[in-house]
């Protein structure tokens, strides 16, 4: 039994910022020297990220002055920016709006329409509220009433695949179950202050986006439409300290290990071999690739974990370069980029996140 993947829709907000741009603003929103000003430009400029996408900003003029006003600048001794309920403030405002215009797309791409969707999955990682844009969607998208809400909540990275597991799930369980996934994350209300080098590599990577597939029953797969006919996760040793995701008081802290690479490189590729090899695949099989871009050195990782090219990382490198790291969203940006080149198959979606874990999905 498979899940068939019948629409997918991506969305992002108004404005967006080149990277130039995003460094100039970090110079100055932390208490640091100007030696190292230079030093977070140098991290941002190694991103592998030319532009994102944030609800904060005001403009998407290059260069333009207050191009944002929630974050003021850290000179005062303690400043650490705005509280954790003024950050969640914003996420219920913009969360749910870019979750609708996501899931819109999708239903319109599937052909289904909302009355005859059986269950919502929800995925973010990012905030928090209740009620939540779960509901708003039902209400806004006209969802049926009694539709079934899940939510995959504070997953990371890899929300999106625990989501279409989830929603998997359902429609193998129901053959009459439609199922409407979506991800939102709106990761630019978490930057942070102040000297941190691991922080200001998560400032520079991450930002906001949502995206949403529809899918169904399918008991075996015709080939016309990508079909998602197995789930894999794989709890990788010794990382539990690599990759955090915690709540503070000025939002929510990431940490992230500068050995994450080496622990993927170390445990990916037996563990890839193995769980392929289950569905009588091998790596060198799989036609192309949706690798979560957690950022250049995770991509690069990867690809020498696993033998693969240029041409295969490309969709990864392109959206990573093109809308950043938005989290649990942004491996549905590259399967829909996938899909609409029509891409070989089979397909893999592989993330990472806290744990360390490693999350994939197998699309014939």
Excluded at 45 to 55: A, E, L, M, P, T
Excluded at 95 to 101: C, S, T
Excluded at 213 to 226: A, F, K, L, M
Excluded at 230 to 238: F, I, T
Aim: aromatic share 6%; net charge negative.
């Amino acid at each position: 039994m498979s899940f068939e993947i019948l629409g997918v829709g991506t969305a992002n907000p108004e404005h967006a910022v080149q990277q130039k741009d995003a460094a100039e603003i970090a110079k100055h929103l932390g208490r640091v020297d100007e030696k190292k000003q230079r030093q977070i430009v140098a991290l941002y400029r190694r991103s592998g990220v030319q532009q994102r996408y944030s609800v904060l900003l005001n403009s998407s003029e290059d260069g333009a002055e207050n191009r944002q006003s929630f974050y003021t600048p850290g000179e005062e001794p303690g400043n650490s920016g705005p509280d954790t309920a003024a950050r969640m403030e914003q996420y219920v405002l913009h969360a749910a709006p870019l979750a609708i215009k996501a899931a819109n797309k999708a239903l319109l791409d599937s052909g289904k329409a909302p009355g005859e969707i059986t269950h919502l999955v929800t995925v973010s990682c990012s905030g928090f509220s209740a009620p939540g844009f779960d509901i708003e969607l039902i209400r806004e998208l006209g969802l049926p009433e009694e539709t079934a809400r899940t939510h995959v909540g504070f997953m990371g990275c890899h929300g999106a695949m625990n989501g279409l597991r989830v929603a998997k799930a359902y429609a193998d369980a129901d053959p009459k179950a439609c199922v409407l996934v979506c991800a939102v994350e709106l990761c630019s209300v978490h930057h942070h202050y102040g000297w941190n080098p691991q922080r200001i590599v998560a400032n520079s990577l991450f930002a906001d986006g949502a995206a949403a597939v529809v899918g169904c029953h399918r008991e075996t797969p015709t080939g016309e439409d990508w079909t998602i006919v197995a789930n894999g996760s794989r709890l990788l040793p010794d990382s539990r300290e690599m990759m955090s995701w915690e709540i503070g008081n000025n939002g929510f802290e990431m940490g992230l290990s500068p050995e994450v690479p080496n622990v993927i490189q170390q445990y990916l590729p037996e563990w890839m071999e193995a769980w392929l090899g289950r569905h009588q695949l091998t790596t060198k099989e799989i036609a192309s690739w949706a690798i979560h871009p957690g950022g250049p050195r995770i991509l690069q990782a990867t690809a020498e974990a696993l033998g693969l090219d240029d041409q295969q990382m490309e969709p990864s490198r392109r959206v990573l370069e093109e809308y950043g790291n938005m989290s649990s969203p942004t491996v549905l940006f590259i399967i829909e980029r996938l899909r609409q080149a029509e891409a070989k198959r089979p397909c893999v979606i592989l993330g990472f996140g806290p744990g360390l874990v490693a999350e994939a999905a197998l699309i014939l």
